[in-house]
């Protein structure tokens, strides 16, 4: 089956630690995104990549970083310096070229204590 | 500054009834307006999508309306039903240098249909 596979589900992690999310994609989707989901703030662009060894930011890049070695991952690291780093962090891909339609991961909660 | 404009923010209607959710943009940029339905504790998925060149798209119960001077799309469910309800997303993508699309999501709207 092709798809977005995000691990782990669930992540606690103790406050000033960073921590790394992944995302992972059999689609063979040059492009890969990163979003924040928060109640009521819809999704927010963290950052993303079109080609393997490239990324940009997005609208809330601060305190995240990105990685893109390979083209069917796209680590997120969640750094101490996130002031709010407690959320559901979905990753997407998309064809390129392609029509736009972007195929999300089941996302990965977030907890920071 | 929200480029995406969407509401309502929750909507409750009664199963057969219709759900009309509506967006508002900015950018006259953006050339790709998707509709994403989430589930509790899922990803997002591609519900339906318009591109600014048509007014309307209907695909089973769920239609698109795009007015493109007024920079305003909706999504109509129509015979809303129980299993429709969930959280929907309404999206203006830009077209990029690179091939790809940067969707600007709005907030989102919580749909509940009860039977």
């Known amino acids: 089956d092709g798809g977005i596979t995000q691990s782990p589900k669930y992540l606690f992690r103790k406050e000033g630690q960073n921590v790394t999310l992944s995302c992972e994609q059999n689609?063979?989707?040059?492009?890969m995104y990163w979003y924040r989901q928060d109640p009521g703030q819809g999704l927010r662009l963290i950052y993303y990549?079109?080609?393997?060894?490239?990324?940009q930011k997005g609208d809330i890049a601060e305190g995240y970083s990105v990685s893109r070695e390979k083209k069917e991952s796209f680590p997120l690291t969640v750094t101490s310096a996130q002031k709010n780093p407690t959320a559901f962090y979905l990753c997407?891909?998309?064809?390129?070229?392609?029509?736009?339609?972007?195929?999300f991961g089941p996302g990965t909660r977030l907890t920071v204590l | 500054q929200q480029q995406v404009k969407q509401s309502p923010q929750s909507l409750i209607v009664q199963k057969g009834g219709i759900s009309i959710i509506n967006c508002a943009y900015e950018n006259t940029a953006f050339d790709y307006f998707p509709w994403y339905q989430q589930f509790p504790g899922k990803g997002p998925a591609l519900l339906i999508a318009?591109?600014?060149?048509?007014s309307e798209k209907k695909e089973g119960r769920f239609t698109i309306s795009f007015n493109k001077s007024a920079k305003q799309f909706s999504l109509h469910i129509m015979d809303s039903q129980p299993g429709d309800s969930a959280t929907y997303f309404c999206a203006a993508s830009r077209y990029t240098s690179g091939g790809s699309y940067i969707p600007t999501f709005g907030r989102g709207t919580s749909l509940i249909v009860h039977p």
């Open positions: 990549s079109q080609i393997v060894n490239d990324f």
């Open positions: 318009i591109r600014p060149d048509v």
């Open positions: 689609l063979n989707h040059d492009a």
């Open positions: 997407a891909s998309q064809a390129v070229p392609g029509g736009g339609e972007q195929f």
